[in-house]
């Protein structure tokens, strides 16, 4: 009677450790295809420089108000397929959300236009710019909106930052509008966003469909005068102002694969291939000056992104490690 148990414990520990070894590689799985769509949702956000030129002759504005309504009809279109339309209707039950996600669609617009208007007038490296102190001023946000308190590393990040745009704006000789922009107006929208808390999808449909009624003006001001540039250049340049939509859409399905599998961390990490991208197509496609005053004030922001990289990598760890000792000791973790 003592005998029976022992196969049966070995059967049991087999099964479990099948088991474990299949949870394992469903795991790894997981996060390799999460990786995999991040990267792609980043390099494709970092091939837009290339995109928008394509579009000219048509104007920034003429761009941003296509960028808009084809949008708004693709994203409407996935929201059907996803099956997700209720969502949209929630969040126009709540007069809060509303309220966040127009103040979203306002700043998304301002950044939209500004990155059209930089990517077809030579300002490229700028743009990138701007995505690399991008994570800056969410640090900076997160402390004036949301009292958060800076840790050291984080502290000589920003004056590492503030140091590079004040010699970037000594070798412009103006500050750098452009970078400036598209950081404070992508970091309001998060903030927006991260307070909306909605998905992504109808989030930004939301948002489209807010700015339809200009874009859709605008557009329609355009044929009325004549001035309009859609249809004008051939079936290719009519296909390509249209295909704004899909644009927008495919990197924004990428990364929300990406934030349901992998730690944030990684996205966080991975948010620098990006401005990494564009600022190599401003540099070796598009030849543009990068005098070394220039070189300066970008390798003090990129020193400053490192050590705001380590700070997020290691402090997640060091918190842990307190958490384990107080847990030993028999102390109570601190509220708050």
Known sequence: ??????????????????????????????????????????????????????????GAIELLAHRVLWSAVTMLLLLVVLRRVGHLRAILRSRRTVGLL????????????????????????ETSL????????????????????????????????????????????????????????????GLAKKKAGVGAVEGLTFESFALTPLAGAYVGWLVVTGASQFGGHGVAHALLLASAGLVTAVPLLCFGAAATRVPLVTIGLLQYVTPTCQFLLGLLVFDEAMPTGRWVGFSLVWLALVLLSVEMVTHPARERRRARRRTAAGVAPPCG
């Open 130 to 189: 701007g995505y690399f102190i991008n994570p800056l001023v969410t640090v900076v946000i997160g402390v004036v909106v949301l009292s958060e308190r800076l840790r050291g590393l984080q502290w000589a990040a920003l004056g590492l930052a503030a140091g590079a745009v004040l010699l970037l704006t000594l070798d412009y000789g103006r500050p750098p509008w452009v970078a400036l922009v598209l950081a404070c107006s992508f970091g309001t929208y």
């Open 102 to 125: 127009l103040v979203a669609a306002a700043v998304i617009a301002v950044n939209w236009g500004t990155f059209i208007w930089a990517t077809t007038n030579g300002r490229v490296i």
């Open 1 to 58: 009677m003592s005998e029976h148990p022992r196969p049966y414990t070995r059967e049991v520990t087999q099964v479990q450790r099948v088991g474990t070894l299949e949870d394992l590689d469903a795991r790894a799985s997981e996060l390799r295809t999460g990786f995999l769509a991040g990267l792609a949702a980043y390099l494709m956000w970092g091939a837009f420089p290339l995109y928008f030129p394509l579009l000219e002759p048509a």
